[in-house]
């Protein structure tokens, strides 16, 4: 029990009176208690406890200090002590009256003291309270030690799902800082709509999944040089439904979140997209959101196949499928985010540096 591993010696004990309470000094001192402090002045005691820090005080009043006084000064030291008011033993003459329920009073004695009954009840007291530090600083110690676990598989989790991103697009033409970048326009995009910052970054790691599918279908036409033909085009399609099936299997709240998107991302808003034909509403946000910034990458970063677009070109095409291809409401808010967005293109860019990072990163 954490009682059993207590020494009660190693408490401060904080002596508070109009004179120097020498019996009670004496016999701590016979006990072992060296971490004893006095003072008699009610001005200082707060500044007294914040740097001693007492477990314990044995008070007798002072002419310009009482029990309720005190109580009140503790409260004003320790608005957010874990443990509570420091406990007080009070010394009382025996015409004195009781201390009162909400005083900070744990116990009291009557004066002349009876050594024995005095250091009984002072033990019970330290005790206690430091029973409770240890509980407490034990419990901080747990919780600390299970925020930094899950923080540690929330990272590994996170790293799993970039790596699976990475895969589909290092099959593809795009470069995995396509991936990248995606993630975070959608969580850009995500913020800018009001949502929260949790789900906002939910989408940042979820998003670069979009097109995880993309590993179900066949080189000879994933990595056609040219144009694909309605058959090869049906295929192709297909991406989508594959990532679906890869990522619904999964319990993880974001990989279920990029099986959304997987199969969402090619609907537009006129119903005339894939693989479903879903219109408007009916398709989720996230696919709506990925597929306004998945075009928006798409034509303003150089490929083997074709030139970069300017970013007026590319929003001029955006705002040209308003209400055809995209959501006409984030098609708004993607324009007034636009600073934002350039930003983040400027960062995670296609260069040298990036892509021997990201394929330094996947070799280990």
């Known amino acids: 029990m954490i009682r059993d591993l207590i020494d009660i010696t190693d ?21 072992q208690f060296y971490k004893v402090k006095y003072t008699n002045n009610a001005q ?9 820090k007492p477990d314990i005080i044995i008070f007798s009043p002072l002419n310009k200090l009482n029990l309720a006084e005190l109580t009140s000064q503790l409260y004003l030291l320790e608005p957010s002590d874990a443990l509570g ?12 009256s009781i201390p009162a329920f909400d005083s900070a009073a744990k116990d009291f004695i009557h004066t002349p003291i009876n050594p024995n009954e005095f250091l009984y009840r002072l033990s019970h007291l330290l005790i206690d309270r430091l029973a409770a530090q240890e509980l407490h600083d034990y419990s901080q110690t747990i919780l600390k030690t299970v925020e930094l676990r899950n923080q540690e598989l929330k990272e590994s989790q ?3 799902i970039e790596c699976l991103g990475y895969a589909a697009e290092f099959r593809d033409s795009e470069t995995g800082m396509h991936t990248i970048r995606v993630g975070h326009y959608s969580q850009c995009l995500a913020k800018a709509m009001g949502m929260s910052d949790t789900e906002a970054e939910h989408l940042l790691y979820a998003a670069p ?16 040089p040219g144009r694909l033909d309605g058959k090869e085009w049906e295929v192709m399609k297909q991406h989508t439904i594959i990532g679906e099936k890869i990522l619904r299997r999964s319990k993880n709240k974001l ?7 997987a199969i969402n991302h090619h609907e537009k808003w006129d119903g005339s997209g894939y693989p479903n034909g879903l219109k408007g509403s009916d398709i989720h946000l996230y696919g709506r959101i990925v597929a306004i910034v998945d075009v928006f990458d798409a034509l303003t970063m150089e490929r083997p196949y074709k030139k970069a677009w300017s970013t007026e070109s ?15 409401s984030l098609v708004e808010l993607f324009t007034q985010s636009l600073p934002a967005i350039l930003e983040i293109k400027n960062t995670y860019t296609d260069d040298s540096t990036h892509t021997d990072l990201l394929n330094e990163y996947l070799s280990l």
């Not at 008011?85 to 015409?95: G, S």
């Not at 066949?218 to 056609?224: A, G, N, R, T, Y």
């Not at 001029?316 to 499928?321: A, D, F, N, V």
């Open 11 to 31: 408490a401060n004990i904080l002596l508070v009176s109009a004179e120097p309470l020498n019996t009670i000094n004496d016999l701590l001192s016979a006990k």
């Open 44 to 52: 200082s005691l707060l500044a007294i406890c914040r740097d001693f």
């Open 85 to 96: 008011l420091i406990p007080v033993f009070c010394l009382q003459q025996p015409h004195d």
């Open 158 to 160: 996170e790293e799993i």
């Open 209 to 224: 999944m979009h097109d995880v599918g993309k590993i179900g279908i066949p080189d000879k036409i994933l990595l056609k």
């Open 255 to 261: 990989l279920q979140q990029a099986s959304i998107i």
């Open 314 to 328: 590319a929003l001029e095409l955006i705002k040209g499928e308003s209400g055809k291809h995209f959501d006409p």
